[in-house]
């Protein structure tokens, strides 16, 4: 499996912290080394970078974390594999255009016997499931709007196409397109909002503490996905399971319970196949629990 971590901001905001303590995920505190990648907003820009070298080591992970990031969306994602070879095509996040946008998406999980035909434009470059299931949901995106939807629409859309795939395994993911973070959990994923008054908080992976009072003006915020938390001195809320969550400026904005949707598909699906994806999920509930190990910390 892997982790994710993403950040929507009411203003441009500073994601060095939070992506130090991240990357320590990447082979030093745990075992995603199979590559990492990041990408943020910059205006109508997009600054994005991969590496297939394991996030802690990785010469141009260093960079990034002495790069100033500001910006109001950010998705980072560190890779332990299932799908897929340890190469550069096969790091997350994935990004493509649409309507003259770019669309930024990161996945953790894995899918079993998700091949769906792709049609249109958007084809995958490497031998993820994940790239297959973005291409997937931008080729659906496509043909259910004319152009850009509103973040209402699109959360919308993306209730209906979100089942069809979660079904078949794991399917947390983050997702934006700039003017908003989508965030979906199967398993395991969390959030916070830092608002004003701000505190200090410490980094679980590495021991290093911030005071967001000193740092941060009255009217910032900013939303927080991870897949584990990343800091011990902050309350972080937890998704539920087939739970997608809409993050507009800082805060959660629209909440959609899927899990009537994923039960009805998961019900069709063969004995052999339902095996195989509590096989795959059991694997990774384990790994979550060594990672917590190493931390020294209560499992859960």
């Known amino acids: 499996m892997c982790q994710l971590l993403a950040l929507n901001c009411k ?3 500073d994601a060095t912290f939070s992506f130090t303590g991240f990357c320590q995920r990447g082979g030093l505190t745990d075992e995603h080394a199979d590559g990492w990648g990041i990408a943020f907003f910059e205006g109508n820009g997009l600054r994005h970078f991969v590496d297939h070298q394991s996030a802690a080591h990785s010469p141009v992970a260093e960079l990034i974390r002495n790069y100033p990031i500001k910006s109001k969306n950010i998705i980072a994602h560190v890779r332990k594999a299932t799908q897929g070879g340890v190469m550069l095509e096969n790091a997350h996040p994935f990004v493509r255009e649409l309507w003259g946008r770019n669309w930024v998406f990161a996945h953790n999980g894995d899918l079993k016997d ?3 035909a792709l049609h249109g434009q958007f084809r995958p470059i490497g031998s993820t ?3 297959h299931a973005f291409c997937w949901l931008l080729q659906e995106i496509a043909k259910s709007h004319a152009g850009v939807p509103s973040v209402e629409e699109l959360t919308l859309t993306l209730a209906e196409l979100v089942p069809q795939i979660s079904h078949k395994g794991t399917f947390n993911f983050v997702l934006s397109n700039g003017d908003a973070m989508w965030a979906h959990c ?4 969390h959030y916070l909002v830092r608002a004003y008054p701000f505190n ?7 021991d290093v503490s911030v005071n967001f009072a000193e740092l941060n003006n009255a009217e910032d915020r900013a939303a927080v996905i991870v897949t584990l938390p990343l800091t011990a001195d902050e309350t972080w809320a937890t998704f539920q399971p087939n739970e997608l969550i809409t993050f507009v400026d800082g805060a959660p904005k629209i909440h959609v319970d899927l899990d009537a949707a994923h ?3 998961s019900a069709d699906l063969s004995v052999d196949m339902r095996q195989a994806i509590a096989e795959a999920q059991a694997d990774a509930d384990a790994a979550m629990q060594r990672y917590r190990q190493n931390l020294g910390l209560q499992a859960s």
Do not use: C, I, K
């Open 200 to 206: 200090r908080a410490s980094l679980m992976d590495q």
């Open 11 to 13: 203003t441009p905001t």
């Open 186 to 189: 199967s398993t395991h994923l």
């Open 263 to 265: 039960a009805q598909l």
């Open 129 to 131: 499931d994940s790239e």
């Open 114 to 116: 998700f091949v769906p």
